[in-house]
């Protein structure tokens, strides 16, 4: 079932009595102090805001919907100064008694939540979600290459918290704390899974597999087969001599000769049958010598042209992967 909050589409004033434009409302499932939790534009629970949802230019909260039960909501200023914190609010709205709210909700595990990723075989832009191709996200003003916007906050802190910089750099380098470096207007960089396919790291939170070796992860920075966010491996290779199959022969043809019997000698000059007589008058030898002179067999042996790069992907379909903000 779903309910609203007594917020929506009230106006929020400052401490002056000026409306708060661009205040963000952030929910959160209660009992935690960050865990995001969806709000919708329809009863249905169908069509997801986005995380936190904006005032407008007066300051009016927008109308929204929730699963019935109980939430986290914070509400700040456009650069993050907390102007209320209710850790639990109760959701109003019919439950399955028909009453007030209370009782069951949609389970936030069967929600996707910051930090989620997917895959879809198309390259279309996705309300709610982000690109992991190495750009940017940051603050409205923060100037980030894909999105500058102030829904981006938790998928900032989230990598921020997650990733080390080398693999998310900040702009300017990282402060003293992710909330800061956002209200601070930085950029930070998301993952980068262009022309990669996912794997799992090595140990996955136990002894190491073995099977990812240490040459095989290419990303630099210290990176391992147990660290999160590297990568590796590659699309072409050209096998070197020592990844040669076994089996391959060379041939050396250094000439011979050959060498007569034990005491005895090859008879060479005249010898031979003279058919000019009958019966098998031999000529006498005119030299005897020991060895024959050394001759080439003339064998020769070509190697097969080669050497270029061979093809190492399994087959493919190519998509985008997207992150939840």
Same mark, same amino acid.
């Given at each position: 079932?779903?309910?609203?909050?007594?917020?929506?589409?009230?106006?929020?004033?400052?401490?002056?009595?000026?409306?708060?434009?661009?205040?963000?409302?952030?929910?959160?499932?209660?009992?935690?102090?960050?865990?995001?939790?969806?709000?919708?534009?329809?009863?249905?629970?169908?069509?997801?805001?986005?995380?936190?949802?904006?005032?407008?230019?007066?300051?009016?909260?927008?109308?929204?919907?929730?699963?019935?039960?109980?939430?986290?909501?914070?509400?700040?200023?456009?650069?993050?100064?907390?102007?209320?914190?209710?850790?639990?609010?109760?959701?109003?709205?019919?439950?399955?008694?028909?009453?007030?709210?209370?009782?069951?909700?949609?389970?936030?595990?069967?929600?996707?939540?910051?930090?989620?990723?997917?895959?879809? &075989? $198309?390259?279309?832009?996705? +309300? !709610?979600?982000?690109?992991?191709?190495?750009? /940017?996200?940051?603050? %409205?003003?923060? *100037?980030?290459?894909?999105?500058?916007?102030?829904?981006?906050?938790?998928?900032?802190?989230?990598?921020?918290?997650?990733?080390?910089?080398?693999?998310?750099?900040?702009?300017?380098?990282?402060?003293?704390?992710?909330?800061?470096?956002?209200?601070?207007?930085?950029?930070?960089?998301?993952?980068?899974?262009?022309?990669?396919?996912?794997?799992?790291?090595?140990?996955?939170?136990?002894?190491?597999?073995?099977?990812?070796?240490?040459?095989?992860?290419?990303?630099?920075?210290?990176?391992? &087969? $147990?660290?999160?966010?590297? +990568? !590796?491996?590659?699309?072409?290779?050209?096998? /070197?001599?020592?990844? %040669?199959?076994? *089996?391959?022969?060379?041939?050396?043809?250094?000439?011979?000769?050959?060498?007569?019997?034990?005491?005895?000698?090859?008879?060479?000059?005249?010898?031979?049958?003279?058919?000019?007589?009958?019966?098998?008058?031999?000529?006498?030898?005119?030299?005897?010598?020991?060895?024959?002179?050394?001759?080439?067999?003339?064998?020769?042996?070509?190697?097969?042209?080669?050497?270029?790069?061979?093809?190492?992907?399994?087959?493919?379909?190519?998509?985008?992967?997207?992150?939840?903000?």
């Amino acid at each position: 079932m779903a309910g609203t909050l007594n917020i929506a589409l009230t106006q929020q004033f400052d401490i002056d009595g000026n409306p708060l434009a661009g205040a963000l409302l952030y929910f959160y499932q209660a009992g935690t102090v960050a865990t995001p939790q969806n709000a919708y534009q329809d009863f249905g629970l169908t069509l997801p805001l986005p995380n936190p949802l904006a005032t407008d230019q007066f300051g009016r909260i927008p109308m929204f919907y929730l699963a019935d039960g109980q939430i986290h909501v914070r509400l700040t200023d456009s650069t993050g100064v907390v102007i209320f914190d209710y850790a639990t609010m109760q959701v109003i709205g019919p439950s399955s008694g028909g009453g007030g709210g209370g009782g069951g909700g949609v389970d936030p595990t069967t929600i996707a939540a910051t930090g989620d990723f997917k895959w879809r &075989p $198309t390259s279309e832009t996705l +309300s !709610g979600w982000v690109k992991a191709n190495s750009t /940017t996200i940051g603050s %409205a003003t923060s *100037g980030a290459s894909q999105r500058a916007n102030a829904d981006t906050q938790n998928l900032f802190v989230y990598l921020w918290s997650n990733f080390s910089n080398a693999h998310c750099p900040v702009s300017g380098g990282r402060g003293a704390t992710a909330l800061a470096d956002f209200q601070a207007n930085k950029t930070i960089g998301l993952p980068d899974l262009r022309a990669k396919v996912p794997a799992g790291l090595d140990d996955m939170g136990t002894t190491a597999a073995g099977i990812i070796q240490g040459s095989n992860v290419t990303s630099g920075n210290g990176d391992g &087969p $147990t660290t999160p966010g590297a +990568s !590796g491996g590659e699309a072409n290779h050209t096998l /070197t001599t020592n990844e %040669a199959p076994q *089996g391959l022969h060379s041939l050396s043809d250094p000439g011979h000769s050959h060498t007569p019997p034990s005491g005895g000698a090859f008879l060479i000059g005249n010898a031979g049958f003279n058919p000019g007589f009958a019966g098998a008058n031999l000529y006498a030898p005119t030299e005897e010598v020991g060895n024959t002179s050394q001759n080439s067999t003339n064998i020769s042996l070509t190697d097969h042209a080669g050497g270029g790069a061979h093809n190492t992907m399994q087959p493919f379909t190519l998509g985008t992967y997207y992150i939840k903000l």
